[in-house]
């Protein structure tokens, strides 16, 4: 026990908090060993031994900068096929509590190993068939084995006997192979190369009765469908399989055939997907949107798409692979189209829509924010709510660019009230940043600032958003000068809302910030606290010095302060994010977590396609 002790200080103490993304120590590998030994533990045929291993390694789990260590580790040791049942199941229940690994994706591996694995799916062990399931999906990370082993799960599963329980695992890996190699680069050299006598052949077998009980003519019928369901998706053989369906249809008219068939043709109707994004709230019902009067659109490509009639949108042109606002929108509600014009985009967009949602937001996010720098355009007021509805890291990197690239401009003076009045477009997107923003935006933001490319205060736009901005940020996601740049602002007795002397000041809040950062409390200092809806609104506590006196002593503390910490190795490189009183607090129902939901258009989109959002 010593010996693990030992090794985790000489860790710690190699890593101070904060520092981002430090190698581990050159103890490292002893680490390593230790993890490995306690892990082996895990199996032991004593149940003390299991149980000590167990909580050594549940208090390893619990220290945060092991996260990435840690889950590298474990993967390692889930992706072995012969790892029991016992281990895996502890394993993957820590697991839940890591960071997503690092990518380690597999070198080439033997065809004899392949094989191996996919008979092992059907093994009488459950930890094998557990184990060579996990493996073959690590496996996949590499782009060169999918279709190997797609072309194995497929062979398996023409000649597994039983019925669908049997052929669970089976049918699952194949799913798993599947979707990477529809998600990834088409590989068609890698597949085998299919002949026109084939294809006839699967259709023979697709369209032949299947007796009640007859298990091997419904595994050939299964087999054609999915056969041909993959040719579909190769995009050379796309149109030969597509003629052949449609000469068949005309000569076996017969009602379970037809089925059959106009099932798998229905895949090579061009298609469009409209998904309707929001933020859940109470007053909000999560679900798949039904419109009264279905969307239709008659001609889109990937760039636009034209809209004729439609409950939701006006007829006209709208983007396509980029978010935008609904017409008249007065929320954060945003849509995405997803043009599918062939078989294979079609297939692969229904697993994409089953993806995380977060790694699709910030996706759509960021191709949409780029879009709008390379234009260097100013958004209309509509699409400035909507950048509320989007990945907040992704608006706080463009708005960081975005104050540079562009002018300040102001609304229109009608129009509904936003925050703090009538503000600049500037303004607008500074509260968004106010209320989500995160450090990406403070290189840009502040250098905005210093060049004074935000329009002055005025009375339908009293608010200095752009400094509530860059306060919030400061509490909620200090970048590594936070305390310099708060100190900096203690002497600036500017107020945060124009036109009114009793107002928050800047110097105030700044100070009661870098204070809560170490653990002081503001009122100790002289400093009282000055609220204002609109900056409680966004999560922002204002201050004021209570005298001329109380600014002095901020500035004196700070004074020792810095001296200390020049004297003290120990802390953190960036100062962190120390316990005690926050001059800002961050609402709990706020937050970025949004959600596609899904309709169908031109009534090319199977059901399965347009899945209700979470």
């Known amino acids: 026990m010593c010996h693990f002790v030992f090794i985790l200080h000489l860790l710690l103490a190699a890593a101070p908090g904060g520092a981002a993304d430090v190698p581990l120590a050159a103890d490292s590998e002893r680490l390593r060993d230790e993890v490995a030994r306690l892990i082996s533990q895990l199996d032991s045929d004593h149940f003390e031994v299991r149980r000590a291993s167990a909580e050594q390694l549940e208090q390893l789990v619990a220290k945060p900068e092991l996260g990435q260590f840690l889950a590298a580790e474990f993967q390692r040791v889930l992706v072995r096929p012969d790892v029991s049942f016992e281990v895996r199941w502890r394993l993957n229940r820590w697991r839940q509590q890591l960071p997503a690994p690092p990518p380690d994706p597999a070198a080439a591996v033997s065809t004899k190993e392949l094989d191996e694995l996919v008979r092992r799916l059907d093994d009488d062990s459950y930890a094998r068939r557990v184990g ?3 493996r073959l999906g690590w496996l996949l990370g590499n782009p060169k084995l999918i279709c190997p ?8 599963l023409a000649a597994a006997p039983g019925g669908a329980e049997d052929r669970g695992p089976l049918e699952a890996a194949y799913g798993r192979a599947r979707e990477a190699w529809l998600l990834g680069a088409p590989a068609d050299g890698e597949l085998p190369v299919v002949s026109n006598e084939q294809i006839g052949a699967w259709l023979d077998d697709l369209v032949a009765d299947v007796p009640p009980g007859n298990a091997a003519a419904a595994r050939r019928c299964a087999t054609a469908e999915r056969e041909l369901l993959d040719l579909l998706a190769r995009d050379p053989y796309a149109p030969r399989v597509t003629e052949a369906l449609r000469a068949r249809l005309r000569r076996d008219p017969g009602t379970r055939a037809a089925e059959r068939l106009q099932a798998l043709l229905d895949w090579t109707k061009p298609a469009i997907v409209a998904e309707i994004w929001q933020r859940p709230s109470a007053e909000i019902q999560q679900g798949r949107h039904c419109a009264l009067r279905p969307v239709l659109f008659d001609r889109v490509d990937d760039g636009v798409a034209h809209c004729v009639s439609g409950n939701s949108l006006s007829p006209g042109d709208y983007p396509v692979g980029e978010a935008f606002p609904p017409p008249r929108s007065e929320s954060p509600v945003f849509f995405y189209l997803v043009s599918l014009p062939t078989p294979r985009r079609r297939m692969a967009y229904s697993y994409y829509a089953q993806t995380d949602e977060k790694k699709q937001l910030m996706a759509l996010s960021r191709r949409t924010l780029d879009r709008v720098l390379a234009d260097k355009r100013p958004l209309s007021e509509s699409e400035l709510l909507m950048l509320e509805g989007l990945d907040p890291t992704e608006v706080s990197r463009f708005a960081g660019q975005y104050f540079l690239l562009v002018d300040d401009s102001s609304l229109a003076a009608a129009g509904p009230p936003r925050p703090g009045g009538r503000p600049s477009r500037f303004g607008l997107i500074c509260a968004c940043l106010a209320a989500d923003g995160v450090k990406d935006a403070v290189p840009g933001l502040t250098k905005a600032i210093a060049q004074e490319r935000f329009l002055p205060a005025t009375n339908h736009a009293p608010y200095r958003l752009h400094w509530v901005a860059t306060l919030s940020i400061a509490a909620r996601d200090p970048w590594p ?16 809302v124009g036109g009114e002397a009793s107002a928050p000041e800047l110097g105030a809040t700044a100070a009661a910030i870098l204070l809560g950062r170490h653990g002081q409390t503001p009122g100790e200092f002289g400093l009282h606290v000055s609220a204002d809806p609109l900056l409680i609104q966004l999560h922002v506590d204002g201050y004021r010095f209570g005298a001329a006196e109380a600014q002095k002593k901020v500035q004196q ?6 001296s200390k910490k020049a004297a003290t190795t120990s802390k953190d490189s960036d100062g962190g994010s120390r316990a005690g009183h926050s001059s800002l607090r961050r609402s709990p129902a706020a937050g970025p977590a949004a959600g596609p939901r899904r309709f169908e258009a031109a009534g090319a989109i199977p059901a399965s396609l347009a899945r209700p959002a979470d």
Request: charged content about 35%; glycine content about 4%.
């Open 132 to 134: 060579a399931a996990e």
């Open 149 to 156: 082993v797609m072309v194995r799960l497929k062979q398996r």
């Open 481 to 496: 000068e936070v305390d310099a740049w708060l100190a900096d602002r203690i002497g600036q007795s500017e107020t945060l």
């Open 557 to 562: 503390w700070w004074k020792q302060e810095k």
